[in-house]
């Protein structure tokens, strides 16, 4: 419960409207997607970056702690409130588009926009932000920001962190912090954006951000490919990159994923096969996407694969995409608890680590399906387990994690560290690497009341 001297406070900043305090809501503001549940003493929203400045100050001082949040989708509890205190919620008010500049091609945004209303704004401009995460239709862009969100179309065109050219945000004290600028160009000072990058709302408050757009492509293929193993579907992906091919997308399914989408949901694909890769090409010119799926088609089939089939309207492409669309709802076939991991190795040892990954779960008992973004070497791994095997779940993950790094892979491609991979941060990170985290923490937050319990930095009450 919020002292009732802090509820004045905070209503006196941005009205009685704006916060949250009763039971229900704060039950409701407990979860993100992880399902752990931590609940906060309030929930308040600002209406705009002075909010923010005045919130911060006042509990700077007070030493109450806070979570900002975005629309909680993340998949590892960084905007649950692991220590209790405020969340401070983007959803509501801090959600606007400012401007978009086509001469410069930025959008400036408040923190609490949809990435897919975003994309949606650009597209009718003839631009396109083409980080797309899974959650597009409900993340929001600092939420993305935050965690350096990827998605479907990052083997071609990158990750939130490449779209990212300046922003603000407001540190613990109050301060504004401008980082990064409208130009291309940009070497002076320390890189402050980028450290504010994937960050998790432990640093700052991002309450605004110039990302970068790019004209949108005019044409787009889906193809699809089905092998008879795991080794010939990576080997296709090495080849085919290394002809020149530039695919948006190179998602893979293994051989359990085939099997419980054909066992649940009726899936149309080959009994026996081993893998697929599934994507889109793009371009300006419709001899791009000819050199483009040529190039594909020619390295699949010298890797083995049975079929190589190239969607011939939008209606198929959604076909040929649906089994990786639904890839993560069909594993459930195999326990009824699944602990969804999202490991990213060097790109040429991804058979290697999933030849090693199915021998933990052999050891384990465990089915371990992996699917996920072969193109850029990050793979979700989902360690199956009946929910009474949570601790040998755990011993499974922790050994997944120690061969990843070993083999210059980290923890998380994508989802971040938050407070379920917290643990197991001294596997990737020296001693030393850790203390320059928390000196880092520090100089941003030295009271440590923001967001204190996440990344492994402080330990969880
Ligand atoms: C079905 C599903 C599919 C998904 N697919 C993908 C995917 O393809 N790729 C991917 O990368 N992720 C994916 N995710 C994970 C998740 O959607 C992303 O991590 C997303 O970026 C989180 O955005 P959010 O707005 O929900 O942030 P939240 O979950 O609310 O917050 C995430 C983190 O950002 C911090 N934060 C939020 N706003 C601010 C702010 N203004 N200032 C400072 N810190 C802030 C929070 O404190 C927290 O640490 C998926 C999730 C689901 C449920």
Redesign the pocket.
Known sequence: MIDKKHLKVFTDIVGKDNIYDDKAHMIAYSY??TRTRFEPDAVIFPRHEQDVQDILKYCNQEQIII?????????TG??LPANGGIILA?EKH?NKILEIDTENMVAVVQ??VLNMDLQKHVEELGLFYPP????EE???L???V???????RAAKYGITKDYVMALR?VRTNGDIIRAGKRTIKDVAGYNVAGMLIA????L????ELTLKLIPKPKYKKTYMSVFPSVDNAMNAVFKSLSSGANPVAMEFLDKLVIQALIEKLGVNLPQDAGGVLVGDVDGNVPEEIDFQLQTLEQSFKENGAKEFRIAKDEEEAKELWYARRNA?QSITIFGNKKLNEDISVPRSMLPKALEEIYAIGDKYGFKIPCFGHAGDGNIHVNVMIDISQIEEGHKAIEEIFQLVVDMGGTLSG???I?TSKAPFMNIAFSNEELQLFRDIKRAFDPNNIL?PA?MGLTTVK
């Open positions: 993100d997607a979570t900002p949040r975005g629309a909680g989708s993340g998949f960084g905007a983007m801090m923190p609490g797309d995460p899974a959650s409900y993340s929001t600092g939420g993305n935050s965690e350096n969100a990827g998605g479907m945000a960050s998790e709302g432990t700052a408050v991002l309450t993560s994508e989802h971040g938050g967001n996440k």
